[in-house]
């Protein structure tokens, strides 16, 4: 049993920051890539960034020098440092993780909406 949680999402105005946080619980051997996505009403899910275990690093072009993931493999947490917020980053942001456990497999968390107002 594994479980993604988000945290973090909220309403702000165009050009403030947020920081949104995942833990992962449950039985858990390892974790490999941890990324995030988001879906905008609509919109298909698109990957926002993503990081491996090892650290290395890839950003969607629309978010490249706004928005930082970054890992706590000790807490098995990602987290996803958000400036510069733009009215078009509103969406609901879900938390991926490729877990071994009893089996091996992504899983996904829930979602925490992100909202940017003009």
């Known amino acids: 049993q594994v479980q993604l949680v988000e945290s973090g999402g909220g309403l702000v105005q165009a050009g403030g920051s947020l920081r949104l946080s995942c833990a992962a619980s449950?039985?858990?051997?390892?974790?490999?890539?941890m990324g995030w996505y988001r879906q905008a009403p609509g919109k298909q899910r698109e990957l926002v960034a993503a990081?491996?275990?090892?650290?290395?690093?890839n950003y969607a072009d629309s978010v490249k020098g706004r928005f930082t993931i970054s890992r706590n493999n000790a807490k098995n947490t990602v987290y996803l440092q958000m400036n510069s917020l733009k009215p078009e980053d509103t969406a609901v942001y879900y938390c991926?993780?490729?877990?071994?456990?009893?089996?091996?497999?992504?899983?996904w968390g829930k979602g925490t909406l992100v909202t940017v107002s003009s």
């Open positions: 990081i491996t275990r090892g650290g290395s690093l």
């Open positions: 991926n993780a490729d877990i071994g456990s009893w089996s091996h497999m992504a899983y």
């Open positions: 449950g039985i858990i051997y390892s974790i490999n890539d």
